[in-house]
C-alpha cells in the first residue's frame, strides 16, 4: 500500500496495463505518471524520479484463513459467481521459467525463487523465502527484521514481518516464537501472525516476489540472511 499524495497532491493509481521486468507498473490518473511498484518510484512523467511512500497495510492471505478469524466478513460479487474457476497463473506459478523467458542477469538466486523484498531508505534488500520458514530474524540494514511465514503458503500470500525495536529480543521457544521486552515475554500468535498489539511494533513495507522480477529492477540489492 502507498500514500496517494505526491507533492501535496492527491492522485489515484491504477493498473497501467504495462510491465517493467514482469513488474506490476501504476498509472495515476492525475498526471499519467507511470510508477513501478518494484523501486517505488515513478519511472515515466511529470513525477519521475519521486519515491512512493508505503504505508502498513493488511496482510495477503487466503480467503479460507480470514474466513477463519473473521466468520461473519461479507464478499462484493456478481450474483454470487465465480468467474474464474481455477487460477489462470497456476503454469506460471509451477514453472520455473519467467515471464515470456525473462531471466535474472544476477546470478546468486535462482530465476523463481520467492523471496520478500523491501527498500531500507533507498537501498533495496531481499530475505529468502526459504530462509525464514517457520520463522526467522534478519540484519537488514543495520535493524533486526522478524518474519514469518509457512512452506505451504501459496507463493504471493503476504509476509508477516515486523522491525523489532531497539533493546527487544525476539527468539524461538519450541515451535513457537517470543518478544522479550525488559522482563516481560510475548508470543507471537501464528493463527493471526501478530503479536500483541500493545507492543505497537512497526510493520515492515515490503511485499513477496520472484528474483528474476525484483533482481532486474534493483540490480544493487543486498541479500539478508534469517536465522532462528
Known amino acids: 500500500m502507498y500514500s496517494r499524495v505526491i507533492d ?11 510491465l517493467l521486468n514482469a513488474g506490476l507498473v501504476m498509472l495515476d490518473r492525475e498526471t499519467k505518471s507511470y510508477w513501478s511498484i518494484m523501486t517505488e518510484e515513478s519511472i515515466w512523467g511529470q513525477f519521475k524520479g519521486q519515491r512512493l511512500q508505503p504505508l502498513q497495510g493488511a496482510r495477503k492471505m487466503k480467503f479460507g484463513e480470514w474466513r477463519a478469524l473473521h466468520p461473519n466478513t ?12 481455477r487460477n489462470p497463473y497456476d503454469h506460471y506459478f509451477t514453472s520455473t521459467e519467467g515471464f515470456r523467458g525473462l531471466r535474472a542477469t544476477d546470478r546468486r538466486l535462482k530465476d523463481k525463487a520467492l523471496l520478500y523484498g523491501l527498500h531500507v531508505g533507498d537501498a533495496p534488500w531481499i530475505v529468502g523465502h526459504r530462509d525464514f520458514d517457520g520463522g526467522g530474524v534478519a540484519d537488514v540494514g543495520g535493524r533486526q527484521l522478524f518474519l ?13 514481518a515486523f522491525w523489532v525495536a531497539p533493546g527487544d529480543v525476539v527468539e524461538q521457544l519450541g515451535p513457537g516464537w517470543i518478544l522479550r521486552r525488559g522482563e516481560s515475554a510475548f508470543a507471537f500468535d501464528a493463527t493471526t501472525r501478530s503479536f500483541p498489539d500493545a507492543l505497537a511494533l512497526e510493520s515492515a513495507t515490503g511485499f513477496d516476489t ?3 522480477i525484483w533482481s532486474l529492477t534493483n540490480p544493487q540489492t543486498q541479500i539478508a540472511g534469517a536465522g532462528s
Not at 8 to 18: L, R
Not at 148 to 160: E, M, V, W
Open 8 to 18: 501535496e497532491q492527491v492522485v489515484t493509481f491504477e493498473a497501467s496495463g504495462g
Open 74 to 85: 461479507r464478499v462484493l460479487s456478481n450474483n454470487g459467481v465465480q468467474h474464474a474457476p
Open 148 to 160: 514469518y511465514r509457512l512452506s505451504t503458503d501459496s507463493p504471493f500470500q503476504g509476509t508477516a
Open 210 to 212: 520472484y528474483w528474476y
